[in-house]
């Protein structure tokens, strides 16, 4: 950190040499840039007093003042609060002294420099406002005392040449504090502007700036004087100088306040029509600002008003589309004839044209009308409800403007063709898509390269979206890209990328006929040529889209284009080997590409790419990850022992990230076939044994180990090495304790159970070692239940597997009954393992006992060989007296390894299979039988627990989801609420089995009737269930949302149960206090948190028309309101509390144009009020509860007076001040709300 020495610096600032007065700021400068630098509050008096020298005619040269004005802001940071104060009231009073006349020598200087000075200190506390909240907090003060103070100024006869300078500094400062400003101080600034922007022209634009910042905070009294007059100028003023101002502000006001001025929309929008349709009849160069006002102001209120401009949507359409035509200086042959009475040929007249356009070109700027009402068009067609007929009047000849003189309006065109491809109903509008499309052609011939460029982009989105329409000459299409690729020089490199991937979708609907395969093959002889012959690695960021085009075209094309596409991208990677960009798109774009094509490829062309591939790898993980995506992908595809042998050599050689994808590439080639030499195997053990074994990478091993499962498919010589030489290795990793974490140890234990398998069927004399080594290593396991997988591959080949699990773990029942579990996935128990799987769950134990029965009885009740076993557990299920739950778990845990099994079904040469005379009727995979399991559960459901029953028959859905809703529905009649809850709550499980939004319109009225539960004549477990299927809808199944059903009837009683049910709620007298029980609670949190997801799912799905479509807005802000807080009789629940401040701080930022009443407004000033007001002490137990609660109160204030109607509310705005001063406030804002 720089020393500073204040002797030397007051010596120079002293000095009368100017040279060393700079010198001395200059040194200031630079320690006051350093960061963490701080002076005492002595030293920074001095420094300031010296420093304010230079604004005083103490300072003789204007240099020196220059350069203490680049001082003044970061000084400002360092002072004190007295300090900033007398620092900025200096400022003021120079940058606005009329003390003496402007001609005085020096004076206009200081008060340049002190008004600059002073403008820099605004944006320099704006920037760091926006830092953080503590400094936000600290600045806020003194952005309220510089305002005062030149807010003091602007009411005083004040010279015009001061007022800019005042204007410059408040507006900078109004954005970040303007919040910290009364409402009366607010008011004050907009009479004073309104005052400037009327009488003052000088400051008429500084005004506009001011009053457009300060619409959302003026009163509304302050608002509609500021509003009258705007709107009562634009209809007064016919002058194009008396007009433009009030656009201008008016314009402002629609950006920054748009619900203040929603009133006048249809108003303001005529008289809008009407002067522009005044101004382009008498056309004159003084009208250009005035019509480009009017038209941007247009098109902000479209944007701004959907649908409170819907009805003059179609007229404003049509005026718009006649001025796209709109050019008052043009002058040829085809559109006046008067216009030109040359009578020589046609060449010297267009030669007169291009002087005539020369000379008005420079003045000429009509053309901005012309690209406003193409914005205008594009905005009426995103933003109205009737934007598919506005389509419709759509006429050829409105695109002849595609070939427009000016590149702005070509540009603005093609933009908009983009936004009417995305609504145009292709089979109403097929005339307007060929003249577009032969519009868009001759633009891509355009001598300006950004028109062509977007053009040719525009091509491409057309033909995605329309191709096969488009697709009907495809002869001039296929000329029209040629000429195109062939016009393409080097200084349009990015063109021929573009042309390349319009090719792509034009290929893609012409193959559709085989008569376009010739054309398509000469397309792509032509790119093919000119790309090798270009600078192909220009296109770099488009390397990889251009192989993918080409690839895809190649396909079509067929031999031997695939191999000359390959052939390209391998060449990037000679041509610049050095250049790591290329290279890399070069290697992403052949990994993509390669997969493709490779079965049109030569073997010896194949071979050769691999090769070429296997030693880039070698130093290159990015080859290597590509060669992993193209072994893979490619199926297959193998390479000679040599090379896989050479592959096998880089695995000492790399980190653990490089080592696993060459052993995901290694595993591949062998299960396409690649032959593993025995020098390749000695590898592979070595890497095992000195790398594996100590990486402590479990994504290593898994890869290692399903190498290893390929290798043991061998041969039986290689499978014998495996069993003597790598198994030691094997036991000692799975042993380990790292690997145990996380979810990978069990894809892990199923890799070595496909090893062991392996092993099992190749190695006949060492059967029994192997199936001592497992279970020698599941009684050792930490995690048995895991552990016990080992046993499944097995499990389907050895009959005697259980007598010599029964044999090994003779004194160990939980352990022998787990095996047994796993072993009955493939097995059929005998009746003895079934009872003692049954009896294990009825005995009392430790949870890890339970938790092993219920393991143990869902693996073996899955298997239909086991059904004996599923019924028992069934019948115990709805019958027991005591732990009924046990079973229930055992019956979702069968149901769960049986939809897991429905790929595993056992080999049909299964000798387990062959010999059992099971019908299939008695099988999960069974619907009836599914259903009559179902029916008896959910007759005798568990009793207050609603929620466990319905996952568990939730769990049936794989196999009879239909069935199930159907049986849900006939019991919602039921009498029994414990019937109807579970029904309703089973529907929540079976809702997310569908994929997407493929429900059928059965399933949906099915939920509906559930959700009609959702009413206050309900018990409480029923109102629970249907919440909780509500809040699934939202978010799985947001398209059910926009329907009259759910408007009507659901969420209404939504609402309602936002309020406290006085029938859930009890009170007793106990003589001291009252003992206060909510039975309602529950619901009430529910019911917030399903308004919660409502209100963030549909902002993140962009259904912001939900809540409007909805209605009862009113009910909804008073049942938030009323749980804000306990006053009034509100909610009591702190978290509820807590919930419905969250909840009205993102209603107000998604729907700000709510119908807040006074009354309801001031109800929730009071609660907010006495929650700020909350006293916090460090000694009382619930601390941390009143800090969360007070944090919230924070949030909400901060939030809510940044939005009508609260930020020009007095009320609110006391609020803000109170919360400023929060030592809390800084944490609350860092709340995700």
Same mark, same amino acid.
């Given at each position: 950190?720089?020393? !500073? ?9 002293? *000095? ?7 010198? @001395? ?45 680049? /001082? ?59 830092? %953080? ?8 003060? &003194?952005?309220? +005392? ?61 005004? &506009? ?20 007059? /705007? ?30 001025? @929603? ?24 009208? *250009? ?8 102001? &247009? ?14 949507? %179609? ?14 200086? +043009?002058?040829?042959?085809?559109? *006046? ?18 002087? $005539? ?108 979206? +329309? ?37 792509? $979708? ?11 395969? =010739? ?170 044994? !000195?790398? /594996? ?46 690997? +145990? ?199 005798? @459901?568990?009793?207050?627990? =609603? ?88 978010? %799985? ?95 009591? *629940? ?73 930020? $020009? ?25």
């Amino acid at each position: 950190m720089p020393e !500073f020495d204040l002797v030397r610096f007051s010596s120079g600032m002293k *000095d009368v040499d100017r040279d060393l007065r700079e010198m @001395a700021l200059f040194d200031l400068q630079q320690v006051l840039k350093t960061s963490g630098f701080q002076f005492s509050e002595t030293d920074t008096g001095i420094i300031m007093d010296l420093v304010l020298r230079c604004f005083s005619k103490d300072e003789p040269d204007k240099e020196v003042r220059n350069a203490a004005v680049q /001082v003044i802001p970061q000084l400002l940071l360092l002072c004190s609060e007295r300090q900033q104060i007398k620092l900025c009231s200096f400022l003021c009073t120079s940058a606005t002294s009329q003390t003496a006349g402007f001609g005085e020598r020096g004076y206009s200087d200081i008060l340049d420099s002190s008004a600059f000075a002073l403008k820099l200190c605004c944006e320099l506390m704006e920037e760091k406002s926006r830092v %953080s909240v503590e400094i936000w907090q600290r600045l806020g003060s &003194i952005a309220q +005392y510089i305002n005062s103070l030149l807010i003091s100024k602007l009411q005083e006869n004040t010279e015009d040449v001061v007022k800019e300078s005042i204007y410059d500094s408040i507006n900078t400062l109004i954005k970040p504090f303007g919040r910290f400003y009364s409402c009366e101080v607010r008011d004050i600034m907009s009479k004073c502007a309104l005052s400037d922007f009327s009488n003052v022209k000088r400051v008429r634009r500084q005004a &506009i700036t001011c009053l457009g910042l300060l619409s959302p905070l003026l009163s509304e009294e302050a608002f509609n004087n500021v509003r009258l007059v /705007v709107f009562g100028g634009l209809k007064k003023n016919t002058s194009n100088t008396g007009l433009l101002p009030f656009l201008q502000l008016y314009d402002f006001l629609v950006r920054n306040s748009p619900v203040r001025v @929603a009133m006048d929309a249809i108003t303001t929008m005529n008289i809008l029509l009407k002067e522009i349709e005044i101004r382009t009849v008498d056309y004159d160069s003084d009208s *250009d600002d005035v019509c480009d006002s009017i038209m941007k102001l &247009i098109n902000s209120m479209v944007v701004q008003y959907p649908n409170e401009l819907l009805v003059l949507h %179609s007229t404003l359409f049509d005026r718009c589309l006649s001025l796209i035509n709109f050019d008052p200086n +043009y002058c040829s042959d085809n559109k *006046d004839n008067s216009c030109n009475n040359n009578d020589g040929d046609g060449e010297e007249e267009e030669d007169e044209n291009e002087d $005539y356009y020369i000379e008005f070109e420079e003045v000429d700027v009509s053309w901005r009308i012309r690209v406003w009402s193409l914005k205008i068009i594009s905005s009426l067609i995103q933003f109205s409800s009737i934007s598919s007929e506005l389509i419709q009047k759509l006429k050829p000849s409105h695109f002849f403007n595609l070939n427009d003189r000016i590149e702005d309006v070509q540009i603005t065109f093609i933009q908009i063709i983009n936004t009417i491809a995305q609504y145009l109903e292709p089979l109403k509008g097929s005339l307007v898509l060929f003249e577009i499309l032969d519009r868009l052609l001759i633009c891509t011939h355009s001598s300006n390269q950004k028109v062509a460029l977007m053009a040719i982009r525009s091509l491409q989105i057309l033909f995605s979206l +329309y191709g096969d329409i488009l697709i009907n000459n495809p002869d001039k299409l296929f000329r029209h890209l040629k000429d195109l690729m062939l016009q393409c020089t080097n200084d349009r490199i990015l063109m021929r990328f573009e042309v390349v991937i319009l090719s792509h $979708y034009v290929t893609e609907f012409a193959s559709k006929k085989s008569a376009n395969i =010739p054309l398509i093959i000469d397309l792509l002889q032509t790119i093919l040529n000119v790309i090798c012959t270009s600078e192909f690695e220009k296109f770099n960021d488009q390397i990889v889209q251009t192989a993918k085009a080409l690839t895809y075209i190649a396909q079509i094309a067929g031999n031997p284009y695939p191999e000359r596409c390959i052939t390209l991208l391998f060449s990037l990677l000679d041509t610049k080997p050095l250049d790591v960009e290329i290279s890399r798109h070069a290697i992403e774009a052949i990994g993509f590409c390669f997969p493709k094509v490779y079965l049109l490829l030569s073997d010896k062309y194949v071979q050769n790419c691999l090769e070429r591939l296997i030693y880039l790898a070698e130093s290159n993980i990015n080859v290597a990850q590509v060669l992993n995506l193209v072994v893979e992908q490619s199926v297959g595809v193998k390479i000679s022992s040599d090379l896989l042998e050479h592959l096998c050599g880089y695995l000492v050689k790399h980190g653990f990230s490089h080592q696993r994808l060459i052993v995901c590439v290694i595993r591949d080639f062998i299960k396409n076939g690649s032959n593993i030499t025995d020098e390749s195997l000695n590898l592979v053990i070595r890497f095992l044994e !000195f790398y /594996v074994v100590s990486s402590k990478d479990s994504l290593l091993v898994h890869s290692t180990f399903e190498l290893l499962n390929e290798i043991c498919k061998y041969r039986v010589e290689v499978s014998n090495r495996i069993f003597v030489e790598v198994f030691p290795s094997l036991w000692r990793i799975l042993q380990t304790g790292y690997i +145990y974490c996380g979810s990978l140890y069990a894809r892990i234990v199923g890799t070595v159970s496909l090893i062991l398998h392996s092993l099992y069927i190749q190695l006949p004399q060492q059967r029994c070692t192997l199936v001592q080594l497992i279970l020698d290593h599941i009684s050792s396991s930490v995690v048995p239940e895991i552990t016990c997988d080992l046993l499944n591959e097995i499990a389907v080949e050895d009959e005697t597997l259980l007598e010599k699990v029964s044999n090994f773990f003779w004194d160990k029942e939980p352990l022998a009954l787990l095996c047994a579990g796993t072993i009955g996935r493939y097995q059929l128990l005998p009746d003895i393992w079934k009872t003692n799987l049954i009896n294990i769950l009825a005995s009392g134990g430790s949870e890890k006992l339970h938790r092993i029965g219920l393991l143990a009885n869902g693996r073996a009740a899955s298997n239909p060989l086991n059904v004996s076993l599923l019924l028992t557990l069934v019948e115990r299920a709805v019958t027991e007296k005591n732990d009924r739950y046990l079973y229930w778990k055992a019956i979702k845990e069968a149901t769960i390894n049986a939809a897991s099994n429905f790929s595993l079904s056992l080999p049909s040469s299964s000798p387990l299979l062959l010999s059992s005379s099971l019908s299939s009727s008695s099988s999960l995979r069974n619907p009836n039988f599914c259903k009559d399991i179902e029916k008896r559960l959910l007759e005798n @459901a568990l009793e207050e627990d =609603p929620e466990s029953t319905a996952l568990v028959l939730g769990s049936f859905a794989p196999f009879n989801c239909d069935e199930l809703f159907e049986m849900t529905s006939s019991y919602l009649d039921n009498d029994s609420d414990l019937i109807k809850a579970v029904c309703i709550s089973t529907q929540r499980y079976l809702i997310l089995h569908y994929k997407g939004e493929s429900c059928t319109d059965q399933i949906f009225s099915i939920i509906t009737k559930s959700l009609q539960c959702l009413n206050r004549t309900m018990g409480v477990q029923v109102r629970l269930a249907a919440l909780h299927l509500f809040a699934t809808i939202i978010s %799985s199944k947001p398209s059910f949302l926009l329907t009259p059903i759910i408007r009507d009837m659901v969420y209404p009683n939504l609402l309602a149960e936002l309020i406290e049910d006085p029938s859930l709620i009890l009170s007793i007298n106990l003589g001291g206090f009252t003992h206060r029980e909510d039975k309602g609670i529950e619901i009430r949190k529910l019911a917030f948190q399903c308004l919660s997801i409502l209100l963030r799912d549909t902002k993140r799905q962009r259904i912001g028309d939900i809540l409007e479509y909805y209605g009862q807005s009113e009910k909804l802000l008073q049942s938030l309101v009323h749980g804000s807080g306990p006053q009034e009789k509100g909610e009591v *629940d702190g978290s509820l509390n807590n919930q419905a401040k969250t909840l009205l701080v993102q209603l107000v930022k998604l729907c700000p144009k709510l119908p807040w009443s006074d009354s309801l407004i001031v109800l929730l000033y009071e609660k907010l009020k006495s929650a700020l007001e909350v006293k916090i002490e460090s000694t009382a137990s619930d601390v941390e509860k009143k800090r969360m609660d007070m944090k919230y109160t924070l949030n909400c204030v901060m939030h809510l007076t940044e939005y009508l109607p609260f930020v $020009y509310n007095s009320k609110f705005h006391s609020l803000f001040l109170l919360a400023l001063h929060s030592p809390l406030l800084a944490e609350s804002m860092k709340l995700v709300i």
